[in-house]
């Protein structure tokens, strides 16, 4: 098996120019950020961050909500999608930042205040989901609201690279459990999209997409 996975960035800067072109994919960022926008908390969120952003198919559907909102990813050729995007609309209030929020030593520079943070389909690409969590509860402002995106535990077949390096999928007792041992109070689940696609091995399938959220306890 390859040793790369998908928090190396060359693999997603390949991707970038035909991202959005993917039917599928687009379906589920829509959903996805009806689910978040659907999620957030009754204020608008002051300061927002997106890890995982992309080409920003969700992050520019959340923005409108959003007084303030950075948006992160790895990928510079994803970034330079979102920025033409942001450029083309006008869109004032969107900062696309290039860190690999998945390093410690790099996220350490990011503020700690945010009230809100989201995610969509990128928690599974980090290999360590607990230190993942616990690195990101600190940057979470007392009160603030999480809300993650991800498969549901799958058959080890939804991505097209057998080589890629993922978590297939999260069982959600499980991941709870991580987010509580993270310090996150709170968590809840529900179903946000249900992906049907042919997997690798050429068969129609339903893959199930959950959103979590949970809260950074205010004391």
Not at 23 to 38: C, G
Not at 167 to 181: I, P, Y
Request: hydrophobic share 45%.
């Amino acid at each position: 098996m390859s040793e790369k996975n998908w928090t190396d960035t060359e693999r997603f800067d390949s991707k970038a120019a035909e991202w959005d072109a993917n039917a599928v994919r687009a379906a589920l960022a829509d959903a996805v950020a009806r689910a978040i926008i659907a999620h957030m908390p009754v204020a608008k969120p002051a300061n927002a961050l997106e890890f995982g952003c992309g080409t920003g198919l969700v992050t520019t559907r959340i923005a409108p909500h959003c007084a303030r909102l950075t948006a992160v990813d790895s990928s510079r050729e994803m970034l330079r999608m979102l920025a033409e995007k942001i450029a083309a609309s006008s869109i004032a209030n969107v900062t696309p930042l290039h860190l690999d929020f998945s390093r410690p030593e790099e996220a350490a520079g990011l503020e700690r205040d945010y009230d809100f943070v989201c995610s969509s389909m990128t928690l599974h690409h980090i290999p360590d989901t607990a230190s993942f969590l616990c690195e990101l509860i600190g940057h979470i402002s007392p009160g603030g609201t999480l809300a993650i995106a991800d498969l549901d535990a799958e058959d080890g077949l939804f991505h097209d690279d057998a080589t890629e390096k993922v978590h297939h999928g999260f069982d959600r007792a499980a991941l709870q459990t991580l987010l509580e041992s993270a310090g996150f109070a709170g968590v809840s689940f529900m179903t946000a999209h249900v992906i049907e696609k042919k997997n690798r091995e050429g068969n129609l399938k339903s893959y199930p997409v959950f959103l979590v959220t949970a809260l950074k306890p205010k004391a």
